[in-house]
């Protein structure tokens, strides 16, 4: 039997199995997909498990998206650019990272029938995800990228990396037409500090959070006026990529998966 996993930490949230193991069953494929939370000095040693075939594969999350780089072969350009690694395959003797997280946004993003070519985008946060979302809004041709982060060091890092982004203080908000959060804030129910009087509607507010379907973040700018999106096709459509790599199969979506994922 194949074995699969998602590593990170913490890890328990993660839908990912669920999903998997929902996909395996329905392709008649005999693997498994399991949860495993490491600290950073094990990733090594369960990344050389994949190296000698005990494992098959894994999914990478928070906090590990970059620790693993070092202990692959190649990387796909994608995950090269961004310095992400959310998929891991072996093929011909070499461990290579992945990243489907871009693919996942612009999928969402696309389902949306939403066209972000020239849309100007305000980005909430910086971490282990938005390089990746930076990449996709890059690839989509929107015209201006404006992050804001609380610690304003990381969002300096990141400009290290994509030098067209712009970056202004924490609780500053310039006009735009997307807003994503991609902080943490809402996984517990927490509500963002900002300023909303001047956003008005007609905008698009986006959150990665899936799990609660609607942060208060979104339940805002929904009160305004203005369309919401939740990340949780960005999940699905990652998580989709990265059943194609390892399997060569697509995976169906559609409502029951959806509904998967709604059952916790
Ligand atoms: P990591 O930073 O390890 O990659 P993450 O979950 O991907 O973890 O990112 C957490 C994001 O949520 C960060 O942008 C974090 O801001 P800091 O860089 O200042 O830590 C943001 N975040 C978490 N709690 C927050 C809070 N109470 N207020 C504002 N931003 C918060």
Redesign the pocket.
Same mark, same amino acid.
């Given at each position: 039997m194949k074995k699969y996993f998602v590593i990170g930490n913490p890890i328990n949230h993660s839908l990912s199995p669920k999903l998997h193991n929902h996909w395996f069953k329905q392709n008649n494929i005999n693997a498994v997909y399991e949860k495993i939370k490491l600290e950073e000095n094990e990733v090594k040693n369960f990344i050389n498990k994949i190296r000698n075939q005990e494992i098959n594969g894994c999914n990478v999350t928070?906090?590990f998206k970059k620790t693993v780089i070092p202990f692959l072969n190649k990387l796909s350009p994608e995950a090269e650019q961004t310095q992400s690694v959310n998929t891991i395959c072996f093929n011909n003797g070499e461990l290579v990272g992945h990243n489907t997280d871009i693919v996942g946004f612009q999928k969402a993003i696309n389902k949306l029938n939403y066209n972000a070519k020239n849309k100007k985008i305000l980005i909430l /946060? +910086? /971490? /282990?995800?938005v390089p990746s979302i930076i990449f996709a809004l890059n690839k989509m041709e929107v015209s201006q990228i404006i992050l804001s982060?609380? $610690?304003y060091k990381?969002a300096e890092n990141l400009k290290l990396q994509f030098n067209k982004i712009n970056i202004v203080n924490?609780g500053e908000i310039p006009e735009f037409d997307i807003i994503i959060n +991609? $902080?943490?804030?809402g996984l517990n129910n927490?509500t963002?500090d900002i300023e909303t009087s001047n956003i008005g509607h007609g905008k698009l507010f986006y959150d990665v959070i899936y799990n609660p379907a609607e942060t208060n973040f979104l339940k805002n700018g929904k009160k305004l006026g203005n369309q919401t999106e939740n990340g949780k096709f960005m999940f699905v459509y990652q998580a989709f990529e990265a059943f194609k790599l390892w399997h060569n199969i697509e995976p169906s979506v559609n409502n029951q998966i959806l509904n998967l994922l709604n059952d916790d």
């Amino acid at each position: 039997m194949k074995k699969y996993f998602v590593i990170g930490n913490p890890i328990n949230h993660s839908l990912s199995p669920k999903l998997h193991n929902h996909w395996f069953k329905q392709n008649n494929i005999n693997a498994v997909y399991e949860k495993i939370k490491l600290e950073e000095n094990e990733v090594k040693n369960f990344i050389n498990k994949i190296r000698n075939q005990e494992i098959n594969g894994c999914n990478v999350t928070v906090p590990f998206k970059k620790t693993v780089i070092p202990f692959l072969n190649k990387l796909s350009p994608e995950a090269e650019q961004t310095q992400s690694v959310n998929t891991i395959c072996f093929n011909n003797g070499e461990l290579v990272g992945h990243n489907t997280d871009i693919v996942g946004f612009q999928k969402a993003i696309n389902k949306l029938n939403y066209n972000a070519k020239n849309k100007k985008i305000l980005i909430l /946060g +910086a /971490g /282990g995800v938005v390089p990746s979302i930076i990449f996709a809004l890059n690839k989509m041709e929107v015209s201006q990228i404006i992050l804001s982060n609380r $610690t304003y060091k990381k969002a300096e890092n990141l400009k290290l990396q994509f030098n067209k982004i712009n970056i202004v203080n924490w609780g500053e908000i310039p006009e735009f037409d997307i807003i994503i959060n +991609a $902080t943490s804030l809402g996984l517990n129910n927490e509500t963002i500090d900002i300023e909303t009087s001047n956003i008005g509607h007609g905008k698009l507010f986006y959150d990665v959070i899936y799990n609660p379907a609607e942060t208060n973040f979104l339940k805002n700018g929904k009160k305004l006026g203005n369309q919401t999106e939740n990340g949780k096709f960005m999940f699905v459509y990652q998580a989709f990529e990265a059943f194609k790599l390892w399997h060569n199969i697509e995976p169906s979506v559609n409502n029951q998966i959806l509904n998967l994922l709604n059952d916790d």
